[in-house]
């Protein structure tokens, strides 16, 4: 089961195969923005709304770690819904992830983002200059040392 945020709906170019929940807080910033994703994928998705007991959890730990101020009442409805639904929460919402990552909540980002920072090398032979997709502990054409360059 996931939970969607608003920042989940807004970069989302599909749905992944799996159960969907968000509070109505989110359909109605969707509605706002006039979203034509919510006409695609409205029906897919289960709105509930969360506990007044997980709510006060989750304002509870956001006010212990600094988070409150930066977080709407859907934010936290959001994480409240995640708790009750044991549920993992979609969303690129740094203060979202922090409050979830402290309440154990299981969180994902949504699009790209986390793969962009992963650094790819290339290795260049410093003795020959030939470049290389591996590293290896000398080259393999005259024997000298490699050399690591980020990959363009
Ligand atoms: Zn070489």
């Not at 979203?35 to 212990?64: F, H, I, K, N, Q």
């Not at 934010?75 to 154990?104: C, E, K």
Request: hydrophobic letters at 40%; charged letters at 25%; a negative charge.
């Amino acid at each position: 089961m996931l939970v969607l945020d608003s920042s989940a709906f807004f970069s989302m170019e599909s749905l992944p195969d799996e159960e969907h929940a968000c509070p109505p807080g989110v359909i109605r910033e969707l509605e706002n923005h006039g979203d034509p994703r919510l006409a695609l994928w409205g029906d897919m998705v289960r709105v509930s709304d969360c506990t007044g007991e997980s709510m006060e959890r989750v304002r509870d730990a956001a006010g212990r770690s600094g988070d409150l101020g930066r977080l709407s009442p859907v934010d936290l409805s959001v994480l409240a819904l995640a708790l009750d639904l044991d549920a993992t929460i979609w969303s690129d919402d740094y203060s979202i992830q922090n409050v979830a990552r402290i309440m154990g909540i299981g969180f994902r980002p949504v699009g790209m983002k986390g793969i962009q920072k992963v650094v790819r090398w290339n290795y260049q032979c410093i003795g020959c200059g030939k470049w290389y997709k591996e590293r290896m502990p000398d080259c393999p054409i005259c024997g000298s040392g490699m050399r690591a360059c980020r990959r363009k």
